[in-house]
Nanobody, 114 residues
């Protein structure tokens, strides 16, 4: 199983970024997917998730600003981040859950700064 994130970078407060995660090596449409983040000195936290039924869940801190979506034809899950704030700065990780197992991508850095 392989998860490859992209799309991170430096953005000014109020800006937007789109983080796609490409998945291979597993039956993607049966997987529950999520995006987590870890800021320096803090624990990894769930940002957003979307299960195989397309049910979504968001952390309170990102509700109304971030949107998670999936494309089962392309085996991708995408996190659209709008109105970014400095406190969104972190390494963002793509996560896959299936059959009691967890798989992680390598992470992509998002920095929100003026």
């Amino acid at each position: 199983v392989q998860l490859v994130e992209s799309g991170g970078g430096l953005v000014q407060p109020g800006g937007s970024l789109r983080l796609p995660c490409a998945v291979s090596g597993i039956l993607f449409r049966m997987c529950d997917m999520g995006w987590y983040r870890q800021a320096p000195g803090k624990e990894r936290e769930l940002v957003a998730s979307i299960d195989f039924r397309y049910t979504t869940n968001y952390a309170d801190s990102v509700k109304g600003r971030f949107t998670i979506s999936r494309d089962n034809a392309e085996n991708t899950v995408t996190l659209q981040m709008n109105n970014l704030k400095p406190e969104d700065t972190a390494i963002y990780y793509c996560n896959l859950k299936m059959g009691g197992s967890d798989f992680w991508g390598q992470g992509t850095q998002v920095t929100v700064s003026s």
